[in-house]
C-alpha cells in the first residue's frame, strides 16, 4: 500500500525547546493554562502568571508565533494553542554529602517542552470577526475607525488663506503719551550729585 500524507485542515507552526532545566511537573502546570486559547490570550495570561516556569512558556510561545509568521504566512490573531505538552529529558544525578558519612540524592530533572498553533477554522473566524466588530475591537474596526477620524479632521480643517506678505504695522507711541512725570525726572537728577558730595 502507498504512504498517503494529507495536509492537516488547519495550518500551523510549532516551536520545541530541548532541555529546559525545569521539571516537566511544573512546565505542565502551565501549559494547561494556555492550551485551547487564542494567542493573544495565551500572551497575556502568561505575562500575569506567577510560576517561574511562566516565562520560559512565554518564550516558547513567541519563537512559535515567529514560526507560523515567518515560515507560513499566517498572522498571530488568527492563531490559537492546539497541543502543549511536556516530555521528560534526562536526569543529571548529584548529591549532597551529609553527616555520618550520609549522602542525599538530588535530581537535576530537564524537560522537553513543545507547543504546537494551528490556525482557527474558516467558520469560527468569521464569528470571531462579527463579534470583534460587535464590540468595537478588532483590527479592522481599529482601522475603519481612524479612516473615519481622517476624513472628519480634513473636512471640518479650513484652508489656509494666502495673504500678501507685507511689512509689519508698528503702532508709534509719541513720547508725550508714555506718561513719564517730568518732576520725578528732575527730582532724581538732582539727589545723583547729592549722594556724591557726601
Known sequence: MANTTTKPANPGARATVRYLHTSPYKVRQVLELVRGLPVGDAE???????????DDVLKLLGSA??????????PADELFVAL???DEGPTRKHGQPRARGRYFRIRK?????????????ADE????????????RGAAVAQRRR????????????????????????????VDEVGVDDAAVDEATESEPEAEKE
Open 44 to 54: 497575556r495570561l502568561l505575562q500575569l502568571c506567577e510560576k517561574d516556569a511562566a
Open 65 to 74: 508565533i515567529a514560526n507560523a509568521e515567518h515560515n507560513s504566512a499566517l
Open 84 to 86: 502543549a505538552w511536556a
Open 109 to 121: 530533572r530537564t524537560s522537553h517542552v513543545t507547543i504546537v498553533l494551528e490556525r482557527f477554522a
Open 125 to 136: 473566524l468569521e464569528v470571531r470577526q462579527r463579534r470583534e466588530e460587535a464590540t468595537g
Open 147 to 174: 479612516a473615519e477620524r481622517v476624513r472628519r479632521s480634513r473636512a471640518t480643517e479650513p484652508e489656509p488663506e494666502t495673504e500678501e506678505v507685507g511689512e509689519p504695522e508698528v503702532d508709534e507711541v509719541a
